[in-house]
């Protein structure tokens, strides 16, 4: 093999086993006039999870796992990383009858 070929042919094979990584996604839910929407939402391990809270009094999105515990003032919002997979039922600690599910996938 002539040494031009080897280098090309190197160069081919380090390009073919290159892994590219998937994009993260995020992955928006709302909690407006006491509720969760969407009640069941899935993500992959990597996503961030976007609670956007439109009430005018504070909320939480908490996992009964203890995954994440996120505090939700008024009109604002708050993120998590999804860390690992499964699925986790949260809630609001203020407004315990708001609950939902997240299906993680790996």
Known sequence: MMPGRVCSTAIAVVFATMVVPACAATIQITM??????????????????????KDVFAHTATAGS????????????GTTVVKKAGTVEYYCRFHPNMKATLKVVP
């Open 32 to 53: 407006e006039n006491l509720e969760i929407s969407p009640n069941d939402a899935s993500a992959k391990v990597g996503d961030t999870v976007e609670w956007i809270n």
């Open 66 to 77: 203890g995954d994440f515990d996120v505090n939700l003032p008024a009109k604002k919002s």
